[in-house]
């Protein structure tokens, strides 16, 4: 009788820890979401596009093309990055205008 009273306080301790860490990681998760969704609700807002997930992949591939362009012309390439700036702003404005 005592065995079986020692593995059910066993279980019963151990389900209590792994349910203390699911709760845990369940509310930082949720923190992590809520962050990231009014980070991209407030970015959005700010520069006057919709908060959709084509907007924002639109604006970081525009982003990414300035950034091309600033190294194109560190690397003394001003025809590329001539491209690449005109490519990056004309994404960027269609976004924003």
Do not use: C, K
Request: proline content about 1%; glycine content about 14%.
């Amino acid at each position: 009788m005592q065995v079986e009273g020692f593995f059910d306080w066993l279980g019963h301790a151990l389900g209590t820890v792994i349910r203390f860490i699911v709760d845990g990681l369940s509310g930082l998760l949720h923190l992590i979401g809520n962050a990231g969704r009014q980070f991209l609700h407030g970015l959005s807002s700010a520069l006057g596009i919709t908060p959709s997930l084509l907007s924002i992949v639109a604006l970081v591939i525009g982003l990414l093309f300035l950034y091309s362009a600033v190294r194109a012309f560190m690397r003394r390439s001003v025809v590329l990055g001539i491209i690449w700036l005109l490519l990056g702003l004309w994404l960027i404005s269609l976004l924003i205008g």
